[in-house]
Every structure is written in structure tokens, then in C-alpha cells.
């Protein structure tokens, strides 16, 4: 019933009274399952009844783009013009130049890109630049060229459009060279150390069509390729060579880094080794390898790397057996991409490296640079306050919102459909509508008190994933009650208090796991508030005494709750009350940090940084900085996220091990 209620009061705002039908609910979630079959007939079947819903412009989108390859432009135009202004049309309008992009019907991309608000998928990007490189030739900007570039190396796959881009810049012969074979080349070698051979494949279609097949042979065993080549002469041999050695790299990295040192290596160019040498340095670093470093010392040029084999030297230099190694730290970070060296990451390391370094001269850049990133905000911001002796509190709330700025958001339509998408249980689409409304929906986007009104509107109807993040965006307010909302507080602060856990640390947790959503459920999955795998779930009601538990009852808010709540205290335990291994094992499992805390004894900051998972390396970092705000929230004073970091290191010989019964 409160779901319904939820509804008709959203149907109302929206479309008023009359037209808040939520019979028709049923045929919307209908539709939205038919486009996801791919059920054409079935979409065109219902679309008629779906007129007038206030999902409308959703159920007209699924059953248009269903069947786009076949239809007309002026089909495209009508649905153009009857939602104007909408998610749905600037939607649709992607896919539709995605699609004149694919048939080369240039004219009538050129007259549609124009309209495109969104502007946020790279391979329209990229024939909208291709388009512009054939109109203006040798006076089109070279920054079209860098766009290009950039999109095509950041593409996971083999794309049309950026590939498309990449091989006309290429091949230009018309004006000043802006792209050239090595870009190709270096696609090709991202590609393969990402273990995507078709883009890979695909850059080298480009470049030396004639080595596709030695391509398919290396790709597929590059140990044997390796050996059965023994002279290397032309630029494309030898970079099929390196394409081999950053092949095996990933399988077997002792023999490529034999093969390079003592039979490859002399026949490549210094280029080509370092950035060979910069694969394995990576591979050796996220495997949390001691011979990470001796492999980056083979590099003569760190320039030749890049950003992200740069990220792994300064990680394997924080982790260093010996202690940090400072000026390798340094050494890395300097040699980063401007826009890497702006991260908060890179600039906090980079200040604590100046420190450790000691006088006057770096002392003062490293407080200038920690006073850059300095706040609340996140974890190396809040890292930046303790480093130079400021209290991490809670920033002070922002005016309250007035009654005109409170009815706007109510009567957004775009707002009020999103919502309603979310509630009826269509997450995603509301998601993006909601993203948009709140982002392009109006030139310049929303300001800052419209975004606080707009989070305001998600928090009131307890849409918490898009409350927080849309609150997230405002740059100078900091409304602490939206960004870090405490809902079920009873229930949480009462259970944790029950099994002496912290409830900052659980809200923390929460947060980061499921954004207080009570349905998410995770493609592996996890289901929750605190997104308990099922087989996780029998192995903690059994140890907590909860009888006749099945996964079926995850869905039940306090068993969500308890059962995630006794999981966490049961893995704080076992890693001796370390909050950043015990977050690091919810995520990833206790198995892979019993590994990961084995080395040198280092601050924990250092230690998280070296996560070899991305995804728990960030999962980490942003429990801890939650637990922090949250601990200052419900404490009123402020806090240290240094202090609650501590340190990592091995087990201490004196404490038992493990009884290995954590799944």
C-alpha cells in the first residue's frame, strides 16, 4: 500500500489528478520487460494503452528503439517532437546517431548532432569529429585529433566510430599529420595488456593489416611466437614482438622479463623496452611482488609509461620491503599526465613524499598541496586535514531551502518520472532520468541549491541512492543529512550496539554497499542493505544462532541487517579489529587480505593504496572516509580517519591463525 500510495502522489505532481492511473503500472512493467526480450510485437501491441501514463515517454522509447534499425526518419522526428525537451528524446537521439554514424549518412548526422545534449557517448563523439576533420581538412584544429586519440585509447572495445576516426586521422595525407602509426601502436598495445584482442585487431587492421595472422598466433600463444622469431628489422616487427612479450607478461612473467632482458631487448628501440619493462613492473606491482621496483629501474625514460603503469610504481614504492622509497614516490607522480597529477590521490602522496624529504622549500609546496584537496569530501581529503592538523568535523549545513525552491523540484517533471520509474521497480531507467534531469536537462545543468532541492525531493520520498549522489555534486554546500543519511537508525545503531560493532562503521559500510536501496541486488548476487552473498548468509545465521534462516529472508529488513551486521563483527574479529582489512574482506572475501597484509609493516594508508583490485581498493577508501563522517555525525565531535586507518602488516607470529572457517 505505500508503494501505491508513493505513486499516485508522484503521478499527481506530475501529470495531475485525473491522469494518476496506477492500473496502468502493470502494463508499464509489461513493456519494459517485452523491450528486454527483445518482444517487438508485444511492445507494439501495448504501446496505445500506455497513452497518457506518466511513463509514457518510456513505453514510447522502449517499442521505437526496439525496431530503430528499420524505421523511418520521419518516425524519429514525430517521437522527436512529442517529447521534447525529454530524457527519452535526447535518448533516442543518441541511438539514432549512433545508427546514421554505422550507415555513413553524414548529412543528416551533421544536421541532428547539433541538437544532442547529452553528449557523453565517445563514439558519437567521435564521428561528430570526424565529420567536422572532413569539412574543415587542414584547418581543423588539432584538438580534434587529441579528442580522437583520447576517446579511442579510453574505448574497452572495438568500436565503430572511434576506430572509424582513428583510421581516417591516420591515413589523412591531406594537411599536417595529427595522428600517426605509433597512436595506432599504441592502441594495439593497450588493447592486448587489457586482454582485448579485438580492439587490439582492430588498430592493427589499420596500420599492418599483412600481421593479423601473426597477430592471431601471438595472441594465442605468445611464448611459442616468441620463439620461433629470432631477427627483428621493419617498425612493425619489432612492435609485434613487444605486442608478444606484453602478451606473455600476463601469463608468464619471469620468461618475458628473460626474453626482454637477454634476447629481445637489444633489438628494441628505448621506447618500446620501457614500456615493456612497464607492463611487468605493473604486473609485478599488483601482484604485491619485491621485484616490482627492479623492473621499473630498467626503465630509462618514466615519460614512456604510462599514467597507469606510473600508478603502480608509486604503489609499489609506498609498499617498499625496505620502507617507503620516497623519491621514487615522487619520481612517478611527476612523470604522470597533468591531469592524473590533479587527482587527490596523486596530490596527497606527492605532498607527503615533499615532506619526507624535508626542507623549507618542499615543506611549503607540500602544505600547499594539502590544503588544495583539504575537507570532508572524501578520503585523501580527509587524510589532507589530518596530515596538516585539522579537525575533521562535520561541515556546517547550507541555509535551508526555501518553499519556492522546494515547490520547483516537486513540479520537475523529469524528477517526478524518474522517481516514479524507481519506485515501480524500473531502477534503471529511472537512474539515467533521473542523472539527466538533475545534469542537462537545462543549459549549464542545475546550480547548487537546485541540486540540494532536487536531493532534498529523493531523500523526502526515501530514494537514498539518488539523494546522496545527486547532494554529492554540489561543490561549495555540504548538506551532511543528505550525503550521509542514517535511515532504519533504531535499527542499525541497536543491533551494532547488541554485538559491540560501531554503527558509524556499519553506516559506513551501507552506504558504500547499497546506498540504503532495500531491493539492490548485485550481479553476483549479493541482496540487501548490506548485500549478504546467500552462501555467506546460512554460514552467519549459523554462527549467530539465527535458526530456520533461508536467503529468501535477506529481503527482510532486519535480517538483512542482522545477518550483514554479525558477518562484519565476525570478520573484525578475525583481523584483530582492522577496519580497512575488515572492509576489504566483506568485499572481496577474508582470504585475498589474509595475502594482501603479507609484506612489510606500513601505515594502512599505504597498505589500501596497494589493493591489487580496483574495485576494493576504492570500496576501502570510501567505507572508511563514510565511517569517519558518520562517527563525527553521531559522536558530535570530530574525528580522525588517520587514527582509524592505523597500520598493516603480517599476522603477528604470536597470535593464532585463523580457523579458516570465514567463507
Known amino acids: 500500500m505505500k508503494l501505491l500510495r508513493i505513486l499516485t502522489l508522484i ?11 496506477p492500473k496502468g503500472d502493470d502494463l508499464i512493467v509489461e513493456m519494459n520487460q517485452a523491450y528486454r526480450q527483445g518482444n517487438r510485437p508485444k511492445l507494439a501491441q501495448l504501446l496505445p494503452q500506455a497513452r497518457g501514463h506518466v511513463l509514457e515517454p518510456w513505453a514510447a522509447y522502449w517499442e521505437l528503439k526496439s525496431r530503430l534499425d528499420t524505421a523511418g ?64 581538412g587542414a584547418a581543423a584544429p588539432a584538438t580534434h585529433a587529441e579528442e580522437v586519440r583520447r576517446n579511442w585509447f579510453a574505448q574497452r572495445d572495438a568500436d565503430d566510430g572511434c576506430t572509424l576516426a582513428a583510421s581516417r586521422l591516420i591515413g589523412d595525407t591531406s594537411g599536417p599529420k595529427r595522428m600517426t602509426v605509433n597512436d595506432a601502436w599504441r592502441k594495439a598495445r593497450l588493447a592486448v595488456e587489457a586482454n582485448r584482442p579485438r580492439a587490439a585487431a582492430a588498430a592493427l587492421e589499420i596500420v599492418a593489416p599483412d600481421s593479423l595472422p601473426q597477430f592471431q598466433e601471438l595472441n594465442n600463444s605468445p611464448g611459442r611466437y616468441l620463439t620461433s622469431r629470432v631477427v627483428v628489422a621493419s617498425k612493425a616487427r619489432k612492435e609485434m614482438m613487444v605486442l ?29 623496452r620501457n614500456w615493456v619493462w612497464g607492463v611487468l613492473g ?61 587527482d587527490a590521490t596523486w596530490v596527497y602522496w606527492k605532498a607527503r613524499a615533499l615532506l619526507a624529504q624535508g626542507g623549507d622549500t618542499r615543506r611549503e609546496e607540500a602544505r600547499t598541496l594539502l590544503q588544495s584537496i583539504a575537507s570532508a569530501r572524501g578520503y585523501y581529503e580527509q587524510l589532507a586535514l589530518a596530515q596538516l592538523g585539522q579537525p575533521n568535523a562535520v ?14 523540484a516537486r513540479l520537475n517533471a523529469g524528477l517526478n518520472r524518474a522517481a516514479y520509474a524507481i519506485a515501480l521497480g524500473i531502477r534503471p531507467e529511472g537512474v539515467r532520468e533521473w542523472n539527466y534531469s538533475t545534469n542537462l536537462a537545462k543549459p549549464g545543468g542545475m546550480s547548487e541549491r537546485e541540486l540540494l532541492a532536487a ?37 542499525v545503531v541497536r543491533r551494532s550496539r547488541e554485538i559491540n560493532l560501531d554503527p ?28 549478504v552473498m546467500p552462501a555467506t548468509a546460512r554460514w552467519t545465521a549459523r554462527r549467530i544462532g539465527l535458526t530456520s534462516f533461508t536467503p529468501d529472508q535477506l529481503s527482510d529488513r532486519e535480517t538483512n541487517i542482522a545477518i550483514g551486521t554479525g558477518y562484519l563483527k565476525l570478520v573484525l574479529d578475525d583481523f584483530a579489529g582492522s577496519m580497512p582489512l575488515a572492509a576489504a574482506a566483506y568485499n ?21 593504496e596497494n589493493v591489487p583490485f580496483n574495485e576494493t581498493r576504492d570500496y576501502v577508501k570510501k567505507v572508511l572516509a563514510n565511517t569517519t563522517v558518520y562517527a563525527a555525525i553521531l559522536t558530535g565531535r570530530p574525528q580522525s580517519l588517520k587514527e582509524r586507518l592505523g597500520r598493516v602488516g603480517p599476522r603477528d607470529a604470536a597470535q593464532p591463525e585463523p580457523n579458516g572457517e570465514l567463507p
Open 282 to 342: 605493473k604486473q609485478a606491482a599488483q601482484r604485491l611482488g619485491n621485484n616490482a621496483l627492479d623492473h621499473y629501474a630498467q626503465v630509462s625514460r618514466d615519460q614512456d609509461l604510462t599514467d597507469d603503469m606510473l600508478a603502480w610504481k608509486a604503489r609499489a614504492a609506498l609498499r617498499a620491503a625496505r620502507g617507503t622509497q620516497w623519491p621514487l614516490v615522487l619520481q612517478a607522480i611527476n612523470a604522470m599526465s597533468e591531469e592524473s597529477r590533479s
Open 455 to 491: 536531493a532534498q525531493f529523493a531523500c523526502d520520498r526515501e530514494v537514498w541512492d539518488r539523494c546522496i549522489n545527486t547532494s554529492e555534486r554540489t561543490k561549495t554546500e555540504f548538506d551532511a543529512d543528505q550525503r550521509f543519511p542514517m535511515p532504519f537508525r533504531e535499527s
Open 395 to 408: 561541515p556546517p549545513r547550507p541555509a535551508p531551502l526555501t518553499a519556492e525552491e522546494k515547490e520547483a
Open 11 to 21: 503521478a499527481v505532481s506530475v501529470v495531475g489528478p485525473a491522469q494518476a492511473q
Open 588 to 608: 572481496a572475501g577474508p582470504g585475498r587480505p589474509r595475502n594482501w597484509r603479507n609484506g612489510p609493516v606500513i601505515e594502512a594508508a599505504a597498505w589500501a
Open 504 to 531: 558509524a562503521y556499519v553506516y559506513g559500510l551501507m552506504r558504500q554497499e547499497s546506498r540504503f536501496v532495500m531491493d539492490a541486488r548485485s550481479h553476483v548476487g549479493a541482496s540487501g542493505l548490506m548485500q
Open 244 to 272: 608478444a612479450l606484453i602478451k606473455l607478461a600476463a601469463t608468464d612473467p619471469d620468461n618475458a622479463a628473460s626474453q626482454l632482458d637477454s634476447k629481445w631487448g637489444p633489438q628494441l628501440t628505448p621506447e618500446e
Open 73 to 136: 526518419a520521419q518516425e524519429v522526428q514525430d517521437f522527436f517532437a512529442r517529447y521534447p525537451g525529454t530524457y527519452q528524446e535526447d535518448r533516442l537521439r543518441n541511438d539514432w546517431l549512433l545508427l546514421l554514424g554505422q550507415r555513413r549518412d553524414w548529412t543528416n548526422f551533421e544536421a541532428e548532432y547539433p541538437k544532442y545534449r547529452m553528449n557523453d557517448d565517445r563514439e558519437v563523439r567521435c564521428y561528430a569529429l570526424l565529420v567536422a576533420h572532413v569539412r574543415e
